[in-house]
């Protein structure tokens, strides 16, 4: 049973398109972490939102996390062929131990 | 990037070997953690330390055990590899206050057990 479902799991766009990637459960968490991951590397943290309801923005990367701390979303607006990659959501609970999603694989088309 | 390496990079050994993965940190961070990717499966967390000799259970712990012995250290065996072990290992750090919720990432681990 996955903690936290991420959705959708594959994603294929051309460039300038715009989309969102979801991340929800039903467990409440301390913060929550997206990581942008390539082939052959380990994930790169992009953003950790703490706050229920709080939106960060990362140039073209819009992150919101939901009111009561459950879920999050991931906008990105007029994609680029460098956003491709495997997106991954992370929920932080008892302080220091992580839930991962399964991850979205993003495809960005020239 | 956060100082940490992992070795080997790639192996491939036998069912019923004993393996030891080595993740090594430059960084002094008090977290560190091991955790297994699989298809569909995002990241899974198999063990991870909250100081020197200090390590506790994850999700899929059955199978492996951990050490760490220093601050910088921290090993991942499989006392004896299966096939379901076959999977990319990922050792990552995270540190105190301010940087509790940021994990730093190892470049992997690829085992193959045959």
């Known amino acids: 049973t996955q903690l936290l479902e991420q959705s959708p799991q594959f994603l294929s766009i051309q460039e300038g398109e715009n989309l969102t990637v979801y991340c929800n459960s039903s467990s409440v968490f301390s913060s929550l972490q997206w990581y942008r991951q390539e082939p052959g590397e380990g994930p790169v943290l992009l953003v950790t939102?703490?706050?229920?309801?709080e939106v960060k923005k990362l140039k073209r990367l819009t992150f919101q996390f939901g009111d009561a701390r459950k879920d999050s979303s991931l906008h990105i607006t007029a994609a680029l062929p460098g956003d491709t990659g495997l997106y991954l959501c992370?929920?932080?609970?008892?302080?220091?131990?992580?839930?991962f999603g399964s991850g979205t694989k993003l495809n960005v088309k020239p | 990037d956060a100082g940490i390496t992992q070795s080997p990079r790639h192996k491939v050994t036998e069912t019923g070997t004993p393996v030891t993965l080595r993740c090594h940190q430059t960084e002094n961070h008090r977290y560190m953690y091991w955790y297994r990717q699989d298809p569909g499966h995002g990241l899974r967390l198999i063990h991870y330390s909250y100081g020197v000799k200090d390590t506790d259970k994850g999700e899929v712990s059955d199978g492996y055990s951990v050490s760490r012995s220093k601050t910088e250290d921290f090993l991942l065996t499989l006392e004896s590899a299966t096939s379901s072990q076959t999977s990319v290992y990922f050792c990552?750090?995270?540190?105190?206050?301010?940087?509790?919720?940021?994990?730093?990432f190892g470049p992997g681990t690829r085992l193959t057990v045959l």
């Open positions: 990552a750090i995270s540190g105190l206050g301010a940087g509790a919720d940021t994990q730093y």
């Open positions: 992370a929920g932080a609970y008892n302080f220091n131990k992580f839930y």
């Open positions: 939102v703490v706050t229920g309801g």
